[in-house]
């Protein structure tokens, strides 16, 4: 294998103790609510019980960052799928290039260990990796296509057992005949299986599908709903008079993040509403802020993408766009209950990120091409592209001082 931390150890060599302020100075909204602001709101945010209004004037932090180490090897991969970390700070990176599907494992400073998995339906082997979860001393793969989970030993990699996920859901308002999709997100640290429930009707003709998110039971392999959420949504345009579905870079959906108790958040897309609720998927508390969503221009989104293809772009011209794009482009959850969004700015060269801990602890700045998929210890990862075009993931350390 041919490494590519040398790379980042020569920019720490030349940049050690730069850190690199990032900080919003984009007036938002003031959020200070009395009981006449309140009633500006909303009527189904007013309506929330334990809600807590953001102030984006005034976080608790800011935030510095430093990139510490950058991970990659020979084998180029084109797509990153989830990044996780163990308790050793062993990095586990999902990716995919050329009919390959595998797991990239690598030490906390960079050196690539092993490899795991291929393509392929055959235990051990993965078709579309969506996550990864380390816990207990295992990591959990759970690949979206083939609605199953593997677990490997850690630090060996030792494939341990595989399980198809397809429990039947206990709950007289959702019928099992609904979803012909059951796939596995999450596992909790006391070994509780997350799974999601999607039934793949033609978006063109049925904008409002639905989503259903249940807890397992693993020894009735009953699921107990925790949360029935709007699928994508997806614009629809015509090609030769038939409906083409499609959907923007940020398009509107929702969104859910766990933490490693099974407490977890929701979210729409389109209005910076986060709820959290326990396991079980009762109501704990929500964050509101009225956020100023950036302008769509639906010029730029069709001009030059598609130009040079007649069809791609016949569809995208017939289709009617939103005035404005999404709030929110994702959610995260760190190691210490922290939930992370990043919002769309009107300059779509860089994202907005929120960090959230009762209130709005600080705010940043970060460009949208790095894509920020896992943080924990104190560090984050994200894929970026290197100057040949293929994937790599990168370590920054963070740190929030007080204002």
Same mark, same amino acid.
């Given at each position: 294998?041919? #490494?590519?931390?040398? @790379? *980042?150890?020569k920019?720490?060599?030349s940049?050690?103790?730069?850190f690199?302020?990032?900080l919003?100075?984009? &007036?938002?909204?003031?959020t200070?609510?009395? %009981?006449?602001?309140?009633?500006?709101?909303?009527?189904h945010i007013?309506?929330?019980?334990?809600?807590?209004?953001?102030?984006?004037?005034?976080?608790?932090?800011?935030?510095? #960052?430093?990139?510490?180490?950058?991970?990659?090897?020979?084998?180029?991969?084109? @797509?990153?799928?989830a990044?996780?970390t163990?308790?050793?700070?062993?990095?586990?990176?999902?990716?995919s290039?050329?009919?390959?599907?595998?797991i990239?494992?690598?030490?906390?400073?960079g050196?690539?260990?092993? =490899?795991?998995?291929g393509?392929?339906?055959?235990?051990?082997?993965f078709? /579309?990796?969506?996550?990864?979860?380390? /816990?207990?001393? #295992?990591?959990?793969v759970?690949? !979206?296509? +083939?609605?199953?989970?593997?677990?490997?030993?850690?630090?060996?990699?030792?494939?341990?057992?595989?399980? %198809?996920a397809?429990?039947a859901?206990?709950?007289?308002?959702?019928?099992?005949?609904?979803?012909?999709?059951t796939?596995?997100?999450?596992? =909790?640290?006391?070994?509780d299986?997350?799974?999601?429930?999607?039934?793949?009707?033609?978006p063109?003709?049925?904008?409002?599908?639905?989503?259903?998110y249940?807890?397992?039971n693993? %020894?009735s392999?009953?699921?107990? &709903?925790?949360?029935?959420?709007?699928d994508?949504?997806?614009?629809? $345009?015509?090609?030769?008079? @038939?409906?083409a579905?499609?959907? +923007? !870079?940020y398009?509107?959906? *929702?969104?859910?993040?766990?933490?490693?108790?099974?407490? #977890?958040?929701?979210?729409? *897309?389109?209005?910076?509403?986060?709820?959290?609720? %326990?396991?079980?998927? /009762?109501?704990?508390k929500?964050y509101?802020h009225?956020?100023?969503r950036?302008?769509l221009?639906r010029?730029?989104?069709?001009?030059?993408?598609?130009s040079?293809?007649?069809?791609?772009?016949?569809?995208?011209?017939?289709?009617e766009y939103?005035?404005?794009?999404?709030?929110?482009?994702?959610m995260?959850?760190?190691d210490?209950?922290?939930?992370?969004?990043?919002?769309?700015?009107?300059?779509?060269?860089?994202?907005?990120?929120?960090?959230?801990?009762?209130?709005?602890?600080a705010?940043?700045?970060? &460009?949208?091409?790095?894509?920020?998929?896992?943080i924990?210890?104190?560090?984050?990862?994200?894929?970026?592209?290197?100057?040949? $075009?293929?994937?790599?993931?990168?370590?920054?350390?963070?740190?929030?001082?007080s204002?």
């Amino acid at each position: 294998m041919l #490494f590519a931390n040398n @790379r *980042s150890r020569k920019f720490l060599k030349s940049d050690v103790g730069l850190f690199i302020l990032m900080l919003l100075t984009v &007036p938002l909204f003031s959020t200070g609510c009395d %009981d006449a602001d309140m009633d500006k709101l909303p009527a189904h945010i007013r309506s929330l019980d334990s809600l807590i209004i953001l102030d984006a004037e005034t976080p608790l932090y800011k935030a510095e #960052f430093e990139r510490q180490v950058l991970y990659s090897d020979s084998l180029l991969l084109d @797509r990153i799928t989830a990044v996780a970390t163990d308790e050793s700070g062993n990095l586990y990176a999902a990716g995919s290039s050329w009919k390959r599907n595998e797991i990239h494992v690598f030490s906390a400073d960079g050196v690539h260990k092993i =490899t795991l998995g291929g393509y392929g339906s055959d235990e051990g082997s993965f078709l /579309n990796i969506s996550s990864l979860v380390t /816990n207990g001393g #295992f990591l959990h793969v759970f690949d !979206r296509e +083939l609605g199953r989970q593997s677990r490997f030993s850690i630090p060996d990699g030792v494939l341990l057992e595989v399980t %198809d996920a397809d429990p039947a859901l206990n709950h007289e308002a959702v019928s099992n005949d609904d979803f012909d999709s059951t796939v596995p997100v999450w596992i =909790t640290q006391s070994g509780d299986i997350i799974t999601e429930h999607r039934y793949h009707l033609n978006p063109a003709f049925h904008p409002e599908r639905k989503l259903v998110y249940a807890i397992n039971n693993q %020894d009735s392999g009953i699921g107990e &709903p925790i949360a029935q959420l709007r699928d994508t949504l997806f614009l629809v $345009g015509d090609y030769a008079g @038939r409906p083409a579905p499609f959907i +923007l !870079r940020y398009p509107s959906h *929702s969104l859910i993040t766990f933490l490693n108790d099974g407490h #977890f958040y929701t979210a729409w *897309s389109d209005e910076l509403l986060i709820k959290k609720h %326990d396991r079980n998927g /009762n109501f704990l508390k929500a964050y509101y802020h009225p956020y100023g969503r950036a302008s769509l221009n639906r010029e730029l989104v069709i001009h030059p993408a598609y130009s040079h293809n007649d069809q791609l772009l016949r569809i995208r011209e017939s289709a009617e766009y939103p005035e404005y794009w999404p709030a929110i482009a994702s959610m995260l959850t760190d190691d210490k209950g922290r939930v992370w969004l990043s919002l769309i700015h009107e300059d779509k060269s860089r994202l907005e990120w929120w960090i959230i801990e009762d209130g709005l602890a600080a705010r940043f700045s970060w &460009p949208s091409d790095s894509q920020i998929m896992h943080i924990s210890d104190c560090c984050i990862y994200a894929v970026e592209e290197d100057e040949t $075009g293929f994937k790599d993931v990168v370590r920054y350390g963070y740190r929030l001082e007080s204002k």
